[in-house]
Nanobody
Framework: QVRLVESGGGLVQAGGSLTLSCAAS???????VMWWYRQAPGKQRELVAFITSGGSTTYADSVKGRFTISRDNAKNTVSLQMNTLRPEDTAVYYC?????WGQGTLVTVSE
């Protein structure tokens, strides 16, 4: 079955960096659009970025220029490099494809 497992979250100071990874299995990864979403406490889940099978990327305005999404089709992984983190980036980050969501990984950015 389709499985998405996120990792890499943690606590970081404002201005710092983190890289999230999502390990995918159970579907043809190389043909799939892969998405990162996030949900902050008390807020709705929002799109962060996505990458097409061909490697084209799209970002939310709030992360443009700071975050980079990438994929490794040989390893069935999608990553999210997050730089210049801000307290408002604090959220649970989810990997998504089709109808499947990962369990999420918590990113906390302190002042």
């Amino acid at each position: 079955q389709v499985r998405l497992v996120e990792s890499g979250g943690g606590l970081v100071q404002a201005g710092g960096s983190l890289t999230l990874s999502c390990a995918a299995s159970g579907f043809i990864f190389s043909s799939s659009v892969m998405w990162w979403y996030r949900q902050a406490p008390g807020k709705q889940r929002e799109l962060v970025a996505f990458i097409t099978s061909g490697g084209s990327t799209t970002y939310a305005d709030s992360v443009k220029g700071r975050f980079t999404i990438s994929r490794d089709n040989a390893k069935n992984t999608v990553s999210l490099q997050m730089n210049t983190l801000r307290p408002e980036d604090t959220a649970v980050y989810y990997c998504h494809t089709g109808a499947q969501w990962g369990q999420g990984t918590l990113v906390t950015v302190s002042e």
